[in-house]
């Protein structure tokens, strides 16, 4: 059975705090962390194994690391480990030296190396996370970082994170306030009652096995273990009420067609002279349609060609931002009409995607469909090759019908003989468009999804990105409906239906001059 969706849940449960575990959560310091212990147990290990003619076995990531001392405070992981070895030290004081030979002195001498590794190799974050946390902030949840580390305030530092949470409680805080280490649950609990919530209302995200047991162990209205090391089962024996691999977006959660807004198009206000307040001080991530978005709408598809000048101006902004072409035109086909390298494309709707560096990818799941838009091809061919001015377009996951040259009382017979042809493909489905019927794969992928799959591929969910999507078709309204709340949309023109969009520009030449001065914008 599948999991319900994260975001469902923190409705359901009524969360109201977060509280983040640092290490293997938010930042990649376990690595760090982990080749530090390694080092310093390794040598140790060694040279007392020199002195009392013995082999001790060197630490191992996999297993002891994750075992005796992950998620727990520096002291206690000394301990842990020395005693799978079978050895016992003196405790020692948080004074001692680097590598005098106590408990105290042994995890000073971890810290060390770790401060080293950290200033060699920096910190990694895990972009879900920090996507995640900061649109939660912003809808209104309280935050807070937790971790047994000492270092924690510095590696938020190192890697520009201070500002995410509001409350931390780490190694030097359980140290002042005697909070026993995971799997207690304090130092969760102490973070909500600095939070001035209930643990009740808060969810905790883990990775560690202590750390998912403590968060059960503290009475957490959700606790989910986040499996970045392919420990799934363990993490849900330990407590963990969901386990993700990473935390999907919240643009991933697609907004319930009923509960999307539409308003008449015409009554939109203009982008235009608006960008600044637009963007809240963002880098966008634009996503365009094509026909009717960056050229005229034509009666020959063939010669919707795009200008010159409008080249220049997707050009110029791909230098500053991500930009991508998102069409219900054959993907290999808008990308030679587009001719940029520097672009994304998604085509057929987005069943097929392709970007700089051989991206190229078919995240819809459409290959199935293909020996049905074969036969629907075919049989369309013949039965409307005689109709004049009907014209059948295959794409790779779309076929259109074209009937915008068709004279006006013969449109029906075109639509019949389509919507005939699709009748007999189960693998189909008709959609909209402007003077087209097009046959479509029957699944549940569209313009939205593909903008959605692409922000989370190219790992643009982040606090500093606003996607941006302009079209002007009945199918760029699922792009709309999907970036709804979450990003802009600005409707190009009109269609027949209300829409989704918030804002409007009136034309292609409006579309360039807007894209235009976006690109300034961002180059200031
Ligand atoms: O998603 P888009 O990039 O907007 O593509 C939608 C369809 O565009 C093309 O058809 C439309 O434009 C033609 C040229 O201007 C016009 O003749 C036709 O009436 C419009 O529907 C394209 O031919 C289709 O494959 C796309 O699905």
């Keep these: 059975m599948s999991q319900p969706h994260l975001f469902d849940l923190l409705e359901l449960r009524n969360i109201k705090a977060l509280i983040f575990d640092l290490d293997g959560v938010i930042t990649q310091t376990a690595r760090v962390h982990a080749n530090a212990w390694k080092r310093m147990f390794d040598a140790y290990l060694l040279q007392r194994g020199q002195r009392e003619d013995k082999v001790y076995e060197p630490l191992s990531i996999a297993t002891d690391y994750r075992r005796y001392i992950d998620g727990i405070p520096r002291y206690d992981g000394v301990r842990n480990f020395l005693a799978s070895r079978g050895i016992t030290l003196p405790e020692g004081t948080p004074e001692d030296a680097p590598g005098k030979e106590t408990v105290a002195g042994l995890g000073n001498l971890k810290n060390t190396y770790f401060q080293e590794l950290l200033q060699e190799g920096g910190v990694d974050v895990y972009p879900d996370t ?125 907004t319930p067609q009923n509960q999307v807004r539409k308003k008449d198009g015409i009554t939109l206000p203009s982008a235009l002279n608006q960008i600044e307040a637009l963007l809240q001080g963002k880098t966008p991530a634009v996503f365009l349609d094509y026909d009717g978005c960056l050229t005229p709408i034509v009666k020959d598809p063939d010669k919707a060609i795009l200008s010159d000048s409008m080249r220049h101006t997707l050009r110029q902004l791909a230098e500053v931002c991500p930009v991508a072409v998102v069409s219900g035109r054959d993907r290999a086909n808008v990308e030679k009409l587009v001719q940029l390298d520097n672009l994304y494309y998604a085509g057929s709707h987005g069943f097929d995607i392709s970007g700089p560096d051989n991206m190229h990818t078919e995240p819809g799941g459409a290959a199935a469909a293909i020996p049905a838009l074969d036969k629907a091809q075919t049989e369309l061919n013949e039965r409307l090759h005689q109709v004049q001015g009907a014209l059948v377009e295959r794409k790779r996951y779309a076929i259109a019908v074209h009937y915008r040259n068709v004279a006006d009382d013969q449109v029906d017979d075109v639509l019949k003989v389509a919507q005939d042809v699709l009748s007999k493909y189960k693998e189909l489905k008709p959609g909209p468009g402007k003077k087209i019927l097009e046959l479509k794969p029957n699944l549940d992928w569209h313009k939205g999804k593909a903008v959605h799959w692409l922000l989370e591929e190219l790992e643009l969910n982040k606090p500093g990105i606003i996607p941006m999507y302009i079209g002007d078709d009945l199918t760029d309204e699922d792009a709309f409906a999907a970036l709804q709340g979450q990003g802009i949309s600005i409707l190009v023109g009109e269609h027949d239906e209300e829409t989704a969009a918030d804002f409007r520009l009136e034309s292609v030449d409006e579309v360039q001059e807007f894209l235009a001065a976006l690109t300034k914008y961002l180059k200031k």
């Design 130 to 254: 920090v996507a995640f946390a900061g649109e939660m902030r912003r809808r209104g949840l309280r935050t807070a970082v937790i971790s047994a580390s000492k270092n924690c305030q510095s590696i938020l530092a190192a890697a520009g994170l201070e500002k995410l949470f509001e409350v931390r409680v780490d190694g030097i805080v359980s140290a002042e306030l005697g909070l026993k280490g995971k799997p207690a649950p304090d130092i969760f609990l102490e973070a909500v009652r600095r939070l001035q919530v209930k643990p009740e209302q808060a969810a905790v995200f883990e990775d560690a096995l202590a750390g998912v047991e403590a968060g059960k162990a503290g009475g957490f209205a959700l606790v989910v273990g986040l499996d970045r090391t392919s420990e799934a089962n363990e993490l849900k024996e330990h407590g963990a009420d969901v386990v993700l691999q990473k935390i999907p977006s919240h643009t991933m959660k697609n």
